[in-house]
């Protein structure tokens, strides 16, 4: 299996192949991940809530981000890896900097992601201009949890859908190389891929964005409480390896998210 690059991801976005992405943290599930042939892994700041306890991702610091991150990308051959910026570890552009650098040196990501939308130009475009590629992430935005009050779906209405939606094509223009979609109705998650060239990954955002993204732990049913937008996928599998190979098949020919994962 050759190496995932910005490139092929772009190209699979082009050809309508679908993308498939799963969070990992540790080295023994991100060798698996990247063995079944995922295209991302995903080093998420959840791990605040799956392997910390934590009940949000707030308490999640750049030492443990480089630490799992560094973990993860030193046993992936395969997938392209993406790392969190945590909580407050990207409020100014130069801040920023200095933190995405030090994720992908330290930690050998190839692309940081980062929460929020048209207030984080500046700072996306900033990252672009260094070569540090970037993935925004709108809709819920779980280190707003505080602000937003709760997990709810977002862009439920005109006025919060354009929002999103402007800031997507925003973000897109200064620079963002990948979007994460989280919790928003299918028809907003479709607008929003079919309207912007870069690949967006959804979760809880419909079957049409061009891939899909899930917390490993979600994936094998071993949190607490099963989001509507999640699946165990091990109910119906032998083995984790082979869940993990189930959801790539079910994202790669979009029988996931079924109408049961949407909003
Ligand atoms: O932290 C994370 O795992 C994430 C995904 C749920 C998108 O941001």
Do not use: W
């Amino acid at each position: 299996m050759s190496k995932i690059t910005l490139t092929s991801l772009n190209k699979m976005k082009k050809e309508g192949r679908k993308i498939a992405c799963l969070t990992a943290y540790d080295a023994s599930f991100a060798r698996i991940i990247d063995e079944a042939g995922m295209d991302i892994t995903l080093v998420g700041d959840s791990l605040g809530m799956v392997i910390q306890g934590s009940e949000s991702t707030l308490k999640v610091s750049m030492r443990d981000m480089i630490y799992h991150t560094r973990i993860v990308s030193d046993v992936s051959k395969h997938a392209f890896i993406i790392s969190d910026m945590p909580f407050m570890s990207y409020a100014t552009p130069a801040q920023a900097l200095g933190n995405a650098a030090r994720l992908v040196a330290e930690g050998g990501a190839e692309m940081v992601k980062l929460e929020g939308g048209a207030q984080f130009a500046e700072t996306i475009k900033l990252l672009a201009e260094h070569g540090i590629p970037v993935c925004a992430h709108l809709g819920f935005t779980p280190q707003s949890i505080n602000k937003l009050g709760g997990y709810k779906v977002q862009g439920k209405d005109q006025d919060t859908a354009r929002q999103i939606a402007r800031d997507a094509l925003l973000l897109e223009a200064v620079g963002a190389d990948m979007l994460v979609l989280e919790c928003v109705p299918a028809d907003l998650g479709a607008e929003i891929t079919a309207r912007l060239k870069i690949p967006v990954i959804g979760i809880g955002a419909g079957v049409d964005c061009d891939g899909q993204v899930l917390v490993i732990y979600d994936l094998i049913g071993i949190t607490p409480r099963q989001a509507r937008f999640s699946k165990n996928f091990l109910e119906t599998s032998a083995s984790v390896q082979a869940a993990i190979k189930k959801y790539i098949r079910e994202v790669r020919n979009s029988e996931f998210p079924g109408e049961d994962h949407r909003f």
